[in-house]
């Protein structure tokens, strides 16, 4: 039977000083990591698929690593949200968990939303981002008719008034939301498309890297060329 130490060991067998360095120059902590590539960390996920109370452990570790597999093993509707508050506030410098892992399971929970909201408020660049992912989230998996498409558009007026002061993540998972709308919400693509033309080019300090920040209009046109829009998504995870 897995136990954490066992998965703890296999990580740190696995890591590699190349994805350790890929993940410096993204801007994530590397104090707590062992650099365990996305395709191992798959691997090591289907022998643990199930095991919510072992993946509840290994994101408790502060590990990268192994938070990152949590979110791959974890059920978020089984969580509370008193844990997703938890993993949202653990992941503080770690952009791949805040903005990929934590919205993951949020977007599983009934009280996503609710949640999804409170942390949009947040003033935590890490929090924020996760709140901004994880309705973005909602937006790619949930029927527009679940969706409250009057607070939506209210979103992105939020966004435009201030996408220019926010944190760097925070206007780089503002800009991503713009596009979920744009691309997922076809009630409301005219509204996101004349966003997406407001706030134009997101300036974002994405490390290290050649990344770039995909510009909003761009993206909803290519979704729409491809018809592509308002087609959701089984689950957000990768």
Not at 20 to 44: C, E, P, Q, W
Not at 206 to 231: F, H, Q, W
């Amino acid at each position: 039977m897995p136990t954490v130490a066992s998965i703890m060991a296999e990580l740190k067998k696995k890591g590699t000083e190349k994805t350790r360095k890929i993940y410096a120059r993204h801007g994530m902590a590397t104090d707590n990591m062992f650099g365990v590539s996305v395709a191992d960390l798959k691997v090591i996920a289907k022998t643990i698929k199930g095991q919510q109370a072992l993946a509840c452990e290994l994101y408790e570790t502060g590990n990268l690593d192994a938070m990152y597999l949590a979110g791959m093993v974890a059920d978020g509707s089984q969580m509370t949200p008193k844990q997703l508050n938890a993993w949202a506030e653990g992941a503080r410098n770690l952009q791949m968990i805040a903005e990929y892992t934590v919205p993951w399971v949020t977007v599983e929970n009934p009280q996503g939303r609710d949640l999804a909201m409170q942390w949009i408020k947040s003033k935590k660049e890490h929090i924020a981002s996760s709140g901004w992912c994880s309705y973005s989230g909602l937006l790619a998996t949930k029927a527009d008719e679940a969706l409250d498409l009057a607070e939506i558009e209210g979103l992105l007026g939020t966004v435009v008034k201030g996408i220019k002061s926010a944190e760097n993540r925070v206007r780089y998972t503002m800009n991503g939301f713009v596009i979920a709308v744009g691309a997922y919400v076809k009630p409301l693509s005219k509204q996101a498309k004349a966003t997406a033309r407001q706030i134009g080019v997101v300036s974002v300090d994405v490390g290290d890297t050649a990344c770039n920040v995909p510009l909003a209009t761009a993206y909803i046109e290519k979704s729409e060329a491809a018809e592509r829009l308002g087609k959701k998504r089984k689950t957000i995870r990768c």
